[in-house]
Antibody
Framework: QVQLQESGPGLVKPSETLSLTCTVS????????WSWIRQPPGKGLEWIGN???????NYNPSLKSRVTISVDTSEKYFTLKLTSVTAADTAVYYC??????????????WGQGTLVTVSS | DIVMTQSPDSLAVSLGERATINCKSSQSVLYSSSKKNYLSWYQQKPGQPPKLLIY???TRGSGVPDRFSGSGSGTDFTLTISSLQAEDVAVYYCQQYYSTPYTFGQGTKLEIK
């Protein structure tokens, strides 16, 4: 059974870069889409973007200018970088995997999530 | 972007009764060539990540009890819980995966009456 685990700083200063890593275990990183999704405290879900194992990416246009997602298939992890953060970027960040490779947006597996707070 | 709108925002149902949650998309999520609706439903309990309940609008996810069912096509969809159990208390989200950016409904909070 595939497992996903987010890691990274829980506190980031305004204007700095948020960096998170998602480590994949118990399954292959190939032939799937790997996503980042966030949820501000008490609010709904926002898809940030995804990457196919081959390296092709899709980003939410609302964040596209600030987001980079990358993947390391040999080490079985993928990363999120979000630049120039503000308090509005405070959220629980989830990494996730698609069900198959038919659609990158059909999310079948989620990490437990990590809370990132943007504050000085 | 495709806007997903759920109704109601919250719902209180007695144990053993039926719960119905609606989801409307701002444009069709039915892919004509495959005749599949790119619509999923997730359940999120407090402090947990979402769990996939339903995909392709009506296919239950792995291990999902058969009291959960999904229906609808095009722009209008429904999640039905046929007989509410205490463990079904959660927030439910619909999501379209027809086109990027993939978008979620605002969520429906389901409680016990």
């Amino acid at each position: 059974q595939v497992q996903l685990q987010e890691s990274g700083p829980g506190l980031v200063k305004p204007s700095e870069t948020l960096s998170l890593t998602c480590t994949v275990s118990g399954g292959s990183i190939s032939s799937y889409y790997w996503s980042w999704i966030r949820q501000p405290p008490g609010k709904g879900l926002e898809w940030i973007g995804n990457i196919y194992y081959s390296g092709s990416t899709n980003y939410n246009p609302s964040l596209k200018s600030r987001v980079t997602i990358s993947v390391d298939t040999s080490e079985k992890y993928f990363t999120l970088k979000l630049t120039s953060v503000t308090a509005a970027d405070t959220a629980v960040y989830y990494c996730a995997r698609s069900v198959g490779d038919t659609s990158g947006g059909l999310i079948g597996y989620w990490g437990q999530g990590t809370l990132v707070t943007v504050s000085s | 972007d495709i806007v997903m709108t759920q109704s109601p925002d919250s719902l209180a149902v007695s144990l053993g009764e039926r719960a119905t949650i609606n989801c409307k998309s701002s444009q069709s999520v039915l892919y004509s060539s495959s005749k599949k609706n790119y619509l999923s439903w997730y359940q999120q309990k407090p402090g947990q990540p979402p769990k996939l309940l339903i995909y392709w609008a009506s296919t239950r996810g792995s291990g999902v009890p058969d009291r959960f069912s999904g229906s609808g096509s095009g722009t209008d969809f429904t999640l039905t819980i046929s007989s509410l159990q205490a463990e079904d208390v959660a927030v439910y989200y619909c999501q379209q995966y027809y086109s990027t950016p993939y978008t979620f409904g605002q969520g429906t909070k389901l409680e016990i009456k």
